[in-house]
Structure formats: C-alpha cells, structure tokens
C-alpha cells in the first residue's frame, strides 16, 4: 500500500516560533509537492521538488521554505510564524509523468496564536 | 492564466441518486489533462478519475464518469447510485506545463454531502 506520512496531524505554535513540517513517502517518488488548503480556496501550491536537493516555487512560497536531502522526505519550514500562516498543510507525491497521480498525506492543521 | 472554477460550493443528495458536479477551466493550451480528486471527511485526498485533453471518449471508473466537453472548457463529475461513503470534498484540478515541470491547478472544491 502506497504511503505518504506527515509528522503531525495537528500542531500549534506561537507567533514568530520557526516550525517544521515533514513528510515521508515510501513509493521512491521524485516529485514531492507542499500545499496549504483553505475553505473556498482550494489548494494552492507552497514548494515542489522533483530531485533531491532540488526545489521550485509555488504559487505562494513567502514566509516558506523548504529542504530535500533525501529523496524520500521533503520538509516545510516556516521561518517565523505568523497567524495568517493557520491553516492545514498537505504534502503529496508523485511519480515521473504529466498523467501520473499525486497522493496525499492526511494533512497537518497548524494553528498559529 | 489558468484557471479552474467549481460554481457549487455545497451539494446534497439523497442515498442511490445522481449527482454531477460542474467544473469549468481556461487555457489556450490543446493538450493537457484534468482529474477529480476526493477528500472524504478527516481522511487522505484521493484520485477519482483522469482525462486526458486528446482523447474524445469520456474517462469512467465504475460509478463515477466525466462528461467532458472541451470546446466548452468544462469537465463535470457524475456520480451514479450515490452510497452514504462518497460524502466528501472533491475538488477538480488542471495539470499545467510549466518551466519544463508539471504543476496542478486546483479549483476550490464541491461538498458533497450523501443523505440516507
């Protein structure tokens, strides 16, 4: 059974703490993709790498970054929180292809106070 | 720019009906592809359905088919004998090219909620 994983399911943190988001995926994917999904909004793309070591913005990378040092983990770090920053994080991956599905992991919902 | 737009936020339906759900998308580009994606209530996002631009006959799997009209940009989502399970968000999603890598654009979603 293919598999993405998240960290945590929920997490909260302070404003201006630095927060990591990790994500693991066991299906040797090259692609690994960051969303953040808000109601009404849909999903709207953070990061994406497709190698190690590599990485592409999204549509909305401020106040993200992000790490791949392995090829199976991809890490969502946001700098210093802000509360415009709570929402649920989702990670996904993806095979080599344009017609090859992405799969999920079952998200992070990070409340920033 | 592309563009993907769900016009219904919220739908509901009784148990064994059919639902369609409507998605509309802009591109100037001809070959491409689309897909409908489901996230049931606290679980995983998961792929229901693909289409690819170049082919004329519309994709099924099982319950759930597309009637894809691409003169029109649209790309809908029927659900046959709605069952109490496929209550969820589906959102639709356009697979762009973009700097030599591909990228979705996703619409803002549908809740469809199963009634028994």
């Known amino acids: 059974d293919v598999k993405v994983t998240q960290s945590s399911r929920y997490l909260v943190k302070r404003t201006g703490e630095k927060v990591f988001l990790e994500c693991v995926q066991d299906m040797d994917h090259e692609n690994m993709f960051w969303y953040r999904q808000d109601p009404g909004l849909g999903l709207r793309l953070i990061y994406f790498s497709y190698d190690v070591k590599m990485k592409e913005k999204g549509d909305i990378p401020e106040g993200y970054s992000v790490s791949r040092e392995k090829k199976e983990r991809f890490s969502l770090i946001l700098e210093s929180a802000s509360t415009n920053q709570t929402s649920m994080y989702l990670c996904a991956s993806s095979d080599t292809g344009v017609r090859n599905e992405q799969f999920f992991g079952p998200g992070t919902r990070l409340t920033v106070l | 720019a592309q563009t993907v737009t769900q016009s219904q936020p919220e739908m509901s339906v009784q148990e064994a009906e059919t639902v369609t759900l409507s998605c509309t998308y802009d591109?100037?580009?001809?070959?491409?592809?689309l897909f409908w994606y489901k996230q049931p209530p606290s679980r995983q996002m998961i792929l229901v359905i693909r289409q690819e631009a170049y082919k004329q006959q519309n994709a099924t799997e099982n319950r759930f088919s597309v009637n894809f009209q691409k003169a029109a940009k649209s790309f809908s989502l029927k659900i046959s004998d709605s069952q109490l399970g496929d209550t969820a968000m589906y959102f639709c999603?356009?697979?762009?090219?973009?700097?030599?890598?591909?990228?979705?654009?996703w619409g803002a979603g549908t809740k469809l909620i199963i009634k028994p």
């Open positions: 999603a356009f697979m762009k090219f973009m700097d030599s890598n591909y990228q979705l654009i």
């Open positions: 591109t100037s580009e001809n070959n491409y592809y």
